[in-house]
């Protein structure tokens, strides 16, 4: 199998570390608001991508986390006048519902930031000790200046990684910073902040040291793959790397860096800043969960694309012709044509996760189950959509 991968900018064979098992790792949602298309389609892929390495019988280690301690939490439970923890709760529980609906396997491992304090704590107290970090006005910084790659991940220059530094909500004025890339581990709690007991003071964690000590806590010094949407590159990932590479002296920390394209609505990226949000749970109401899935997979996970409710009606029509075909058994055929579809469906998927291609597979498939009622064709058909993670009955 072939991935594309955001370090090398290429496609590589992909080899995982251990044979036959696959550590991975995708970064989870910040549970302060509802589930979106975008999320939606980020999920659908590793979750493919999940079933399809089940499939092909490695054991796979999938952790995906829930940022349930951030700034943007703190913002919007104090602007609803409710607490932080019900909050978080709330939409995890949202979220999950939405993406069971959709028909997304749960991971290995669904975790909390919050559950990883004594962990990234540990890693913070080893990067201060050997001089990675350093503590101010109750904070404590990672210098990126000790880590001479950084910025390997994102390819940006320095004055590239600054303004979407800035552009992602870190505080590149912040007095305290020697270097004004540098990004916060520790931080001070306000007064009325939830907060944790560190060597620093009670305070709470930075947002990137949460998925280091994650990865670490749930699956190892170094993994496989991991995965995001594309505005996770930086700085939230390429700073993963710094932290995680200096606190285990291992490098890389990720063989294969896989990212997600942004999902388009109205002439813009759909996000939540902009207001032009399509919600899973209302499209739920209307469409079958398959014609949701199948219009999602009908996009490349690395391509941008725009929602358009027109493509959604095709999806319908699309899942319509797979059930049918599905709930009608004919005689029994040749083998020779199932090799066939199973080859080019898995070649398909082995190219850089290339669903749109295995969808033209089903279509073929569905074409010469037109032309004759055979079993076998049927089963096949069966098989390949499972992989896909849609859901028939017959
Ligand atoms: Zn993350």
């Known amino acids: 199998m072939k991935l594309f991968n955001s370090l090398t900018q290429t496609k590589e064979y992909f080899e995982p570390l251990k044979r036959k098992q696959v550590l991975m790792y995708v970064c989870g949602i910040t549970p302060y608001d509802t589930t979106h298309l975008g999320h939606a389609f980020l999920y659908i892929h590793f979750d493919v991508l999940f079933r399809y390495l089940n499939f092909r019988a490695f054991k796979v280690n999938y952790t995906q986390n829930v940022t349930d301690i951030d700034d943007s939490i703190l913002e919007k439970a104090k602007e609803l006048k409710t607490d932080w923890q019900s909050l978080g709760d709330f939409w995890t529980k949202q979220f999950l519902e939405d993406l069971d609906k959709l028909n997304v396997l ?35 910084y990672y210098e990126v200046s000790k880590f001479p790659n950084y910025g390997k991940l994102s390819h940006f220059n320095r004055n590239q990684m600054l303004l979407i530094a800035g552009e992602r909500g870190a505080n590149i004025k912040d007095p305290n910073k020697r270097n004004q890339l540098d990004f916060i581990l520790w931080q001070n709690s306000k007064i009325d902040e939830p907060s944790w007991d560190s060597p620093w003071g009670k305070g709470r964690p930075g947002w990137h040291i949460e998925c280091s000590a994650m990865i670490n806590q749930y699956l190892g010094d170094q993994i496989d793959i991991h995965g995001g949407g594309r505005d996770l590159i930086f700085p939230h990932h390429e700073s993963e790397i710094a932290q995680s ?24 990226k759909m996000s939540k800043s902009l207001g032009n949000l399509v919600m899973v749970s209302d499209l739920l109401k209307k469409y079958d969960p398959n014609a949701i899935r199948l219009n999602l997979l009908s996009h490349h996970y690395r391509m941008p694309w725009e929602f358009d409710i027109k493509e959604l009606e095709q999806a319908t029509k699309f899942v319509g012709r797979i059930q049918k075909a599905i709930s009608k058994l004919g005689p029994r055929g040749s083998t020779e044509k199932i090799n066939y579809f199973n080859t080019k469906f898995n070649m398909a998927i082995e190219d850089d996760l290339d669903i749109p291609e295995a969808l033209n597979v089903i279509k073929e498939l569905l074409d010469k189950i037109d032309q004759g009622q055979d079993e076998q064709l049927k089963l096949t058909l069966k098989l390949l959509v499972s992989i896909l993670g849609l859901k028939f009955i017959n």
């Open 245 to 268: 590479e200096s606190f285990t002296k291992k490098s890389p920390l990720v063989k294969y860096w896989m990212h997600a394209s942004m999902l388009m609505y109205q002439g813009e």
């Open 106 to 140: 749960r991971p290995t491992h669904f975790v909390k930031a919050t559950d990883s304090i004594t962990k990234i704590v540990e890693i913070i107290k080893k990067l201060v000790k050997e001089d990675l970090a350093y503590i101010k006005g109750g904070n404590v």
